[in-house]
């Protein structure tokens, strides 16, 4: 099957999705991640005949029972081809494998074969140059596609359909189509992984407050901090290595919804599409939305983590925090406040956020009430999950120039570290280590916090008497458990903000990733 779907065609394929993701107004960072641009060294062999629009309407590929054609409204407000040719080249590399099986089956001639994979060549280089007329009243990819195949190689364009609805057909093409979309992402999410651990290799020991309720709670490495977005990118990408596993299943054989009577070889077209193996239930396969679902819930996921790091990062970028400070590369101004310096693109992932989660509840409110199999509705598909796969890319990738332009501002952190008594935890567990209860030890610190509140000072400016009018197991050995240099140093479990455990983490880290440190 390999003469079906060739190496190079699969390694464009891997960024096919991405063709339908950015327009002109992309940013060129955006753009010059992803490939998808197409080339052809030679001239076509066969001219496609471009159909131009006609005050008569072309008589429907399904329009044998009806003696009218549908009115204007009706066919503008039904078309998909406005958004469904993104799924062009999937459709068309479906139509080969299917008509490669019929050939083998007998239900077609290998001279029809031959004929129908020139046609689809020919019209694939006539979209990839731009010069495919894509027309409304086809409706769809499907039926441009086939109408198209017709009008160059005639008679055999007919028998394609030989044992395949569109029902079964569009769900192949959306399975490939986000089946490459995962990859995409995939290698997004591992871009800003990337960006995250080397700017926490640019800032070893750093210390940062770490916080609870938006309160000053423990100090952490920063380190510490940026990789636990990075853990929850690894999730991330997890869940959708996990979908695409589910999703990998080959509708295409299984037509209107109840299969056919012709002697058809869905193995053989799962395999040629790389599929695991068909879907074995004909009404589950075309009906079936679970795999989209499953997406595009994975997508709400990753939007709702990067839209807490941008809501981390513009809080720190504020006058109030000033805990970093983004380049003008990264930041944008005000039409009437000169001083201004915005980190607009951060904002913008936090509210992106919630475009993503809309078209995932698009989704879930499409699908709730339909009962089997196909309907209409189910059109309905295509375009929330292309907006969902274009704005989660995008989100990713200006995360990640966002974290390559930024500075963490050093003496104003150091400044704002003692206030909140951060280490007020670690001199609880100096009271654990004498052996007092930690819920008395719990009652004996706060009593020290609450004693530093009225003197206006911090808990290492306690004298050691004073310590002792509290409970007298205090020792001088205190003061190696109190400011946040020796707080960090006495983590130590597994997975803490120790700097041991910090170390090792990010040692694995630049493994998994292939980062070189020199590069840093």
């Given at each position: 099957m390999e003469s079906l779907v060739s190496a190079s065609s699969r390694t464009q394929l891997l960024f096919s999705p991405a063709a339908v993701l950015f327009n002109q107004a992309a940013t060129h960072s955006l753009r010059s991640s992803l490939s998808f641009n197409y080339t052809y060294s030679a001239e076509p062999k066969h001219k496609t005949v471009l159909c131009k629009m006609s005050a008569s309407k072309e008589v429907k590929l399904w329009g044998g029972r009806f003696e009218?054609?549908?009115?204007?409204?009706?066919?503008?407000?039904?078309?998909?081809?406005?958004?469904?040719?993104?799924?062009?080249?999937?459709?068309?590399?479906?139509?080969?494998?299917?008509?490669?099986?019929?050939?083998?089956?007998?239900?077609?001639?290998?001279?029809?074969k031959n004929s129908i994979l020139r046609g689809l060549d020919e019209i694939e280089r006539q979209i990839e140059a731009g010069k495919f007329m894509w027309r409304t009243d086809r409706e769809d990819v499907h039926m441009n596609i086939e109408a198209a195949l017709t009008d160059i190689i005639g008679e055999p364009a007919k028998k394609l359909h030989t044992?395949?609805?569109?029902?079964?057909?569009?769900?192949?093409?959306?399975?490939?189509?986000?089946?490459?979309?995962?990859?995409?992402?995939?290698?997004?999410?591992?871009?800003?992984?990337?960006?995250?651990?080397?700017l926490a290799l640019k800032n070893e020991g750093l210390i940062v407050p770490g916080y609870t309720h938006l309160q000053r709670a423990q100090p952490v490495l920063l380190?510490?901090?940026?990789?636990?977005?990075?853990?929850?990118?690894e999730r991330d990408a997890g869940r959708l290595q996990d979908c695409r596993v589910r999703m990998n299943f080959c509708p295409l054989g299984a037509c209107a919804l109840a299969g056919t009577g012709l002697p058809i070889?869905?193995?053989?077209?799962?395999?040629?599409l790389e599929f695991t193996a068909p879907m074995r239930n004909s009404i589950d396969a075309v009906s079936d939305r679970?795999?989209?679902?499953e997406f595009l819930s994975a997508n709400s996921i990753i939007a709702i983590h990067?839209?807490?790091?941008?809501?981390?990062?513009?809080?720190?970028?504020?006058e109030e925090f000033g805990f970093i400070?983004?380049?003008?590369?990264?930041?944008?101004?005000?039409?009437?406040?000169?001083?201004?310096?915005?980190?607009?693109?951060?904002?913008?992932?936090?509210?992106?956020?919630?475009r993503v989660i809309g078209d995932l509840v698009t989704l879930l409110t499409l699908c709730k009430g339909l009962p089997l199999a196909y309907n209409r509705d189910l059109q309905e598909d295509k375009e929330p999950t292309f907006d969902s796969v274009k704005t989660i890319v995008g989100m990713l990738e200006v995360s990640a120039e966002f974290a390559q332009n930024i500075t963490f501002n050093v003496e104003r952190i150091k400044k704002a570290l003692p206030a909140g008594y951060l280490d007020a935890t670690t001199l609880a567990d100096y009271l654990v280590n004498k052996a007092i209860p930690f819920r008395t030890s719990h009652d004996i610190v706060g009593k020290a916090v609450a004693l530093c509140v009225s003197k206006e000072?911090?808990?290492q400016d306690l004298s050691l008497d004073e310590m002792r009018s509290l409970n007298p197991v205090f020792d001088k050995d205190v003061y190696e458990y109190l400011g946040v240099e020796n707080a960090i140093r006495k983590f130590s479990s597994f997975g803490s903000t120790g700097s041991a455990c910090v170390t090792e983490q990010l040692h694995s880290w630049v493994a998994k990733l292939g980062i070189n440190r020199s590069s840093c």
């Open positions: 009218e054609s549908v009115t204007d409204a009706v066919e503008k407000f039904t078309e998909s081809i406005s958004y469904d040719k993104a799924l062009y080249k999937h459709d068309i590399m479906g139509s080969k494998a299917h008509a490669s099986m019929l050939a083998k089956q007998g239900l077609i001639s290998d001279s029809d044992a395949r609805s569109r029902n079964d057909q569009v769900l192949t093409d959306f399975r490939l189509w986000c089946r490459d979309a995962i990859d995409t992402i995939v290698r997004s999410i591992q871009r800003l992984q990337v960006a995250l651990v080397k380190q510490h901090l940026l990789l636990a977005y990075v853990e929850q990118l070889d869905r193995f053989m077209t799962a395999e040629a679970d795999f989209v679902l990067l839209s807490r790091l941008g809501e981390e990062w513009v809080l720190w970028a504020s400070t983004p380049s003008d590369s990264v930041s944008t101004g005000s039409s009437i406040m000169p001083q201004k310096k915005n980190p607009d693109p951060m904002e913008l992932v936090r509210g992106k956020s919630a000072c911090q808990l």
